[in-house]
């Protein structure tokens, strides 16, 4: 039975693995997909989504462009890492369709349209476009399913400040509203994410296969390899947000009570345990060589 979704990204390396994965597995019906300015700006993150769903041979998911910022702050360039085109230079073709606007107007749409909980939202980039549907159409967000989001770190280190992780320091303020608004919310931080981790031999697992989404997916990563510098692997953070929704089984989540750190200083962004915080359920345990081999099935069927 598969599940609804709409995926709220900004490809980005890792956002693009994940969507070929949404698109490969039968556990999703990827009903649009919704972009946000982060690892690069809107236009070029609305243009990836076009030209991975070309990829993918299907142009027939709408595309809808939303935050081409944060709600109050200025926003990251990640170029050292994505490459100047986002998708750290891996030929793709271009988008087969004319991208729409409006992302948070088109989600409180599709949510008032569809059956209350039917409809889950897989979010890999900042979280403006989920604030600003809390924030402007609360009795939409109130129908959402499941929404599952890559972001934050909680004994982790960050990848931003000591303790912040880049979607939710791109965009405190957002975090700040979808942590503490009931949202049916699973956080999954760096502190699983950095467990899922793609090795070059990997790479020559996907590469054997022949299958388009599995070589475009180890070119990815690939580029990933060149633009980080240091260790034999590198972490597969988008990706683990749908291996979560299609197999819950293989993490283990805790209750936190969390704040955000909505400051000007080098932590901005960062999840702060405090007991007078929204009880968030976060991802805190994986079993990573079960969802490689899930991404790997399902890239290479
Ligand atoms: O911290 C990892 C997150 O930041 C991922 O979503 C990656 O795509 C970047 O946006
Ligand atoms: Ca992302």
Redesign the pocket.
């Known amino acids: 039975m598969s599940r609804k979704v709409v995926i709220d990204?900004?490809p980005?390396i890792?956002?693009a693995v994940a969507i070929l994965f949404a698109l490969a597995s039968p556990a999703f019906e990827v009903i649009g997909i919704t972009t946000v300015a982060?690892?690069i700006g809107l236009t070029t993150v609305t243009r990836n989504a076009g030209r991975i769903l070309a990829l993918a041979g299907r142009p027939d998911i709408p595309v809808i462009a939303g935050a081409a910022a944060p709600m109050s702050r200025k926003g990251f360039d990640t170029t050292e890492i994505h490459g100047d085109d986002g998708l750290g230079g891996v030929s793709f073709p271009e988008p087969l369709a004319a991208p729409l606007g409006g992302a948070v107007e088109w989600l409180a749409e599709t949510l008032l349209r569809h059956p209350f909980g039917s409809v889950d939202i897989l979010a890999?980039?900042p979280l403006t476009n989920i604030a600003r549907l809390v924030r402007g159409h609360p009795a939409a967000a109130g129908r959402i399913g499941r929404i599952i989001a890559?972001g934050g770190a909680i004994d982790e280190r960050g990848n931003i400040g000591p303790h912040s992780e880049f979607?939710l320091a791109a965009d405190p303020e957002a975090a700040d509203i979808v942590i503490r608004a009931g949202l049916p919310l699973v956080l999954i931080p760096l502190d699983v994410t950095r467990k899922v981790r793609a090795t070059r031999d990997y790479l020559a697992l996907l590469r054997a296969s022949g299958v388009p989404s599995a070589l475009v997916s180890a070119d990815l990563i690939d580029a990933y390899f060149q633009s980080t510098t240091g260790g034999e692997s590198r972490p597969l953070?988008?990706p683990c947000v749908m291996l979560y929704a299609e197999r819950p089984d293989l993490f283990g989540v805790d209750g936190i009570a969390l704040t955000v750190d909505v400051g000007d200083g080098v932590d901005a962004g960062a999840l702060v345990r405090d007991g007078a915080g929204a009880t968030v359920t976060v991802a805190m345990r994986v079993e990573a060589a079960a969802v490689l081999d899930l991404l790997a099935a399902r890239l290479t069927a």
């Open positions: 990204t900004d980005g890792d956002d982060g690892n890999l980039g890559m979607n953070h988008d």
